[in-house]
C-alpha cells in the first residue's frame, strides 16, 4: 500500500492528447508533484501509429519514473459517439501497457476525482485547476487542460490509496 515516497502516476486518456500527472505522498501527508504534461499524437497519422506512438511514449515515461500504481480517468462521453470510440481505443492502450509494465491501477470517474479534489462532484474546470495548483503547491495553474486532469486523477489515485491504508492500520 502507500508509503511516503510512493509515486503515483494519473492518466487522462486521449487520442490528440493523453495528459499524465506524478505526485508523491511527503513525509507530512501532503503531495509532492513531480512531473506532468501530454503525449500529443497528430491528427493527420494513421490511429495505429497513434496508438503506437501512445504506448512506447507511456512505456518512456513509466520507465524513466517507475510509478507504484495508477490512476486512469475512466470514459466519460455526452453525445459524440466517435469521440468516445477514439478516447476508448486510447484507454485501452493505457490500460495494457500499464498492466504490461506491471503497474497496479485503478479507474475513476469524472465524478469521483472532482469530489476528491475539491469535495464538490460538479466541480467545474477552473475550480478543479485552482485546487489542484493548490494541493500540489504550483505557482500557476497547471496547463493543457489534459495535464491538469491528469494531475487530479493522481490526486484522486493517492488519497483513495492513503485511506485504504489508514483504514487497514487501524484494522
Not at 467545474?124 to 493548490?134: A, N, W
Request: hydrophobic residues 40%; glycine residues 10%; charged residues 25%.
Amino acid at each position: 500500500m502507500t508509503a511516503d515516497g510512493d509515486l503515483i502516476l494519473g492518466i487522462d486518456p486521449g487520442m490528440a492528447r493523453t495528459g499524465y500527472g506524478l505526485v508523491v505522498h511527503t513525509g507530512s501527508g501532503g503531495l509532492r508533484l513531480v512531473d506532468y504534461g501530454v503525449i500529443r499524437t497528430e491528427p493527420d497519422r494513421p490511429i495505429g501509429e497513434r496508438l503506437l506512438q501512445i504506448e512506447e511514449e507511456l512505456l518512456r515515461l513509466t520507465q524513466a519514473h517507475a510509478p507504484v500504481s495508477a490512476g486512469v480517468e475512466k470514459l466519460y462521453f455526452d453525445r459524440n459517439v466517435s469521440t468516445a470510440m477514439t478516447v476508448g481505443q486510447a484507454r485501452g492502450v493505457v490500460l495494457l501497457t500499464l498492466a504490461r509494465s506491471a503497474i497496479a491501477v485503478e479507474e475513476y470517474t469524472p465524478l469521483e476525482v472532482k469530489q476528491a479534489v475539491t469535495g464538490n462532484g460538479s466541480a467545474d474546470k477552473k475550480q478543479m485547476q485552482s485546487m489542484v495548483r493548490l494541493l500540489l503547491e504550483m505557482e500557476s495553474e497547471p496547463r493543457p487542460d489534459d495535464a491538469a486532469d491528469a494531475l487530479a486523477v493522481a490526486i484522486c489515485h493517492a488519497h483513495v490509496r492513503r485511506t485504504r491504508q489508514r483504514q487497514e492500520e487501524a484494522g
